[in-house]
C-alpha cells in the first residue's frame, strides 16, 4: 500500500518526515471548465494531481491541494455577458458561454494568491515547488518563477521553463487525446467516449481527436512526465 502524500490528509509526523526527506511541493493548477461532453468539468486539476501524487510516491515530496480557481482569455459577448477561455476557442462555433465553466479569476489575484502560497511554503520548509496544471495558470506561473524565486529564495520549476521537449507531455491539449487518454489512465470511470459524434469535432476542443484515445496512451503520457520530473529533481539533488 503505498503511504499517502497529499498535504491534506498528512499528520505532524508524517508531514515532518516528508518534508525533512524531501522538501518538494507539488501544485495542481485546476480549474472547473468545459473538457468535452466526454470528460469531467475537473479534468485539469484531477490530471496534475494524479501526475503528482505518482511523482510524490516515487521520488518524495509532498502534493498541495489543488487551485481551482484560475486566470485565462476573457472577452466581452455584449449585454453584460463575457466568452472565457474556450467559450472564444476556434473550436467552439459558435462563440458561446460553454456549459459547466466556473473557475475565472482575474491575472493579478490569482498572482496574488500563488504568491501567497510560495511565500507559506517556504516557511512551512520547503526549498522547491513544482506548480502544473490548468493551461493559463501554467503560462501566469512560469512568467512569475523568475522573480518569485529570488524574492522568497525557493527553487520553482515549470513545464514551460524546466523541461526539455518532449519529456513534460502532460496537459498538451485542451480536451483531445492527450488529456482524455491521461484522464482514462488515471480515472476510467469519468471518461465516456459515447458522448462524442462520431463525425463532427467536438465542441470546444483542441488538440488531436479524443476519438482516438485509450489508456495505453495516458499511461505513457503519465509515465514520460513523471520520469521528467525525477529526472530533474535529482539534477538539482532533491
Known amino acids: 500500500m503505498e503511504e499517502c502524500v497529499q498535504y491534506t490528509y498528512l499528520s505532524i509526523p508524517n508531514f515532518e518526515r516528508r518534508i525533512s526527506e524531501h522538501p518538494i511541493g507539488y501544485i495542481p493548477l485546476g480549474s472547473l471548465e468545459w473538457h468535452g461532453k466526454h470528460n469531467v468539468l475537473g479534468s485539469d486539476a484531477l490530471q496534475a494531481e494524479g501526475i503528482f501524487i505518482k511523482a510524490a510516491e516515487r521520488f518524495g515530496g509532498i502534493v498541495f491541494p489543488p487551485l481551482y480557481l484560475g486566470p485565462d482569455r476573457i472577452t466581452d459577448a455584449g449585454n453584460g455577458k463575457s466568452l472565457i477561455g474556450m467559450d472564444s476557442s476556434e473550436t ?15 491575472n493579478g489575484l490569482f498572482l496574488q494568491v500563488l504568491e501567497a502560497i510560495v511565500a507559506q511554503a517556504k516557511r512551512a520548509g520547503f526549498i522547491c515547488l513544482l ?107 532533491l
Open 92 to 106: 467552439t462555433k459558435p462563440h458561446q458561454q460553454l456549459v459547466g465553466s466556473l473557475y475565472w479569476v482575474s
Open 131 to 237: 506548480a502544473d496544471g490548468h493551461g493559463a495558470s501554467r503560462k501566469l506561473w512560469a512568467q512569475q518563477a523568475a522573480q518569485w524565486e529570488k524574492q522568497y529564495d525557493i527553487i520553482l520549476l515549470s513545464s514551460i521553463n524546466d523541461f526539455s521537449e518532449g519529456t513534460y507531455l502532460a496537459q498538451t491539449d485542451h480536451g483531445g487525446r492527450c488529456e482524455t487518454s491521461t484522464m482514462m489512465a488515471l480515472s476510467p470511470n469519468l471518461v465516456d467516449l459515447s458522448r462524442l459524434d462520431s463525425e463532427s469535432w467536438p465542441l470546444g476542443v483542441k488538440g488531436e481527436d479524443p476519438r482516438l484515445s485509450d489508456a495505453a496512451y495516458g499511461q505513457y503520457i503519465i509515465e514520460t512526465t513523471v520520469q521528467s520530473i525525477g529526472q530533474k529533481l535529482q539534477e538539482l539533488g
